[in-house]
């Protein structure tokens, strides 16, 4: 039996859009070109199938997304993770948070402090870096935007440099972005 | 449209040659990018089921729900330059839920719905929309603009705060 998922997880679901996905035998070249389709490479996810309606958004938001999360330099990757979970909590992006949480396990190589994020929210225990890092991404994901003068001082208290904010600034903002598509245009299936 | 060349560093008054122009040149790239879907959520050249002057309207109101003035003053903007009927125009003052007008009162609901409080949505709400009429194209390019213009009122907002920073 599947069935939604309505509780924030590590253990990453299944996406079903509420909308039909684009069906590749009908995409015009614009959007075989935004999905970078090639004869050797025919597997694409439903969630960019469904994006791929609006391809003349789509055609930048790739570059963009994984620009904002892997580039070189700034702030690291472990740490941007931790933006795009705190944008997903706020907008209860179940899908979002599973995934991002998860990559941040994997590359921190630690579990306890996603566990405390999902049990305790921005009231978690965690290191005061972390905890800045998480604060600036939640009140920046409200709206309106709740992040003032004395979060941005936190940051930098924290030892954070203005490229590293930059960098939490794009990946909590890029979640308020993808929150609004993956959990408004499908759900979260467990196997 | 010179003056659009970046919405972001305009709002945000990020004078050249400042330290946080500086900083900000380190991610040109992806400022850019955000231009380029700027110029694809609003002005699209295959606009679907949705004007450019619904776009710009819809987009005005996501400015407002964000409190965010100036991004609602460059929407405004963009909307006059559509050229936009009575009716569109309309679309923009918050107080307006569409009226009579089915498209326009489901379009409405949704927008302010996912800018405000994404995390209520439900299937119910993509339903409501396909049962106003929508495509599910239209629907994906509606989620879009929300989603996008949500995005870009949070990139100006933390930069206005680094702005403030010795």
Redesign the interface.
Known sequence: MSKVVHEFTTAIPEWKPYVKPLDLAEASAAQLEALKITPSNTKVSDYVLVLAHDVETLTHRSPLFNGVMYNKGGLSRAEREIGAVGASIVNRCIYCAAVHASRYNQLAKDETVIAAIFADGVDAEIEPRLKAILDFSVKLSKCPSDADASDMQALVDAGLGKDEILDLILSSSLFGWANRLMHTLGEPIAE | MAENNDVIAAIVGIEPGS??AE??A??A??MA??Q??HD??LT???S?GLTHAERAALACRIAK????KDFEEHFEALLDSAGPSSDTARIADIWFDGGSDIRLKALIRHVDL??????D?T?R???LLQEAGLT??D???L??L???V??????A???R??R??A
Do not use: C, W
């Open positions: 330290a946080l900083v900000v380190g991610r790239d992806i990018l955000t380029q879907t694809g959520a699209p050249v295959a679907g729900i964000n409190d965010d996912v800018a405000h409080a994404p995390k949505a299937r709400d993509i339903e599910d194209a629907i994906v390019r989620s879009e929300v989603a996008f949500s995005y870009q009122i949070r990139v907002a933390g930069l705060l680094m403030g920073l």
